[in-house]
């Protein structure tokens, strides 16, 4: 089998240097990671056979959630196998021979500008939004300009062949990205074999306290909610689709039981078990 069988890729969105790639590279060091400009073509390249497993960006420490993540998540029709905690480590990159007394500007994406505002302020540069880290990064290699930098991973410097000029610049030691990993095929843990999360997500009927109540099952059972979040579907303000983050497993009794009384409150075929898989061991400190 060779290193670039589908069997051996995990894809990610972004260009090579993205924080994403580094979480591939962390998880999968024996797996080859592959690029992809969008979100759609990442979850598409494990639909359709050409990676095993795709690595998904859902939220962030500072920033909060990945934007669109949530509406494609049941869409694609892969399952969560399991998470990781990619610790985000913001560099000042620039070209071979630039200086920080040199440069005039950085660019970036918008929410690693905003994460590194103090040492933007603090080193008088003017920020320039990019579409992503790892592209500011590249292109910054490609003009050559030793006047503008760029904020970006340790691997994007090695990848574009760019000097670090301050490392950890970012405003906060806390950013961390949690990641989903997902495959075509569920992945299901034993029951006993350590702590799990079970990812669904699920639509109400519209009717007067329908989340207090299908939330009831939970509580009554005993099982802790780590994330509950709504969002709206196809622009309708009526129509709305929840998410839940259960520490608890898909197959024990609890889970059953607050499952069943769901249910009742749900419309038909309304709730999707996205998968349940170990939880990462961030989560035990």
Do not use: W
Not at 143 to 169: C, F, H, K, Q, W
Not at 233 to 243: C, E
Not at 247 to 269: G, N, P, R
């Amino acid at each position: 089998m060779t290193a670039s069988s589908p069997d051996q890729t995990i894809a990610y969105q972004g260009q090579p240097g993205a924080y994403s790639h580094l979480a591939c590279q962390t998880c999968y060091p024996d797996m080859e990671a592959m690029a992809n400009p969008s979100f759609e073509y990442m979850l598409a390249a494990v639909t359709e056979g050409k990676a095993k497993y795709a690595m998904v960006p859902v939220e962030n420490s500072v920033a909060g959630r990945v934007a669109d993540i949530h509406h494609l998540l049941p869409q694609s029709g892969l399952f969560i196998i399991g998470e990781h905690f990619q610790k985000v480590n913001h560099h000042l990159l620039g070209v071979k021979g630039a200086t920080l007394d040199g440069l005039k500007e950085v660019h970036s994406h918008a929410q690693g500008l905003a994460q590194c505002r103090n040492t933007l302020n603090r080193l008088h540069l003017k920020p320039i939004m990019h579409p992503d880290t790892a592209g500011a990064a590249a292109d910054i290699a490609a003009a050559g300009d030793p006047t503008v930098g760029a904020i970006a991973s340790r691997l994007a410097a090695e990848i574009y062949g760019l000097d670090i000029l301050e490392e950890n610049a970012e405003d906060h030691d806390h950013n961390t990205t949690r990641m989903l990993i997902m495959a075509r095929e569920p992945v299901m843990p034993a029951q006993d074999n350590g702590p799990v999360i079970t990812t669904l997500i699920f639509r109400l009927r519209s009717v007067p306290a329908a989340l207090f109540k299908a939330l009831g099952g939970f509580a009554t059972n005993g099982i802790n909610l780590t994330k509950l979040e709504s969002y709206m579907l196809g622009g309708n303000f009526s129509a709305a689709q929840f998410y839940i983050d259960a520490e608890c497993h898909q197959e024990s009794d609890a889970f059953q039981y607050a499952l069943e009384e769901l249910k009742f409150f749900t419309e038909e075929d309304a709730v999707h078990i996205l998968g349940t898989y170990p939880a990462d061991t961030s989560r035990r400190g």
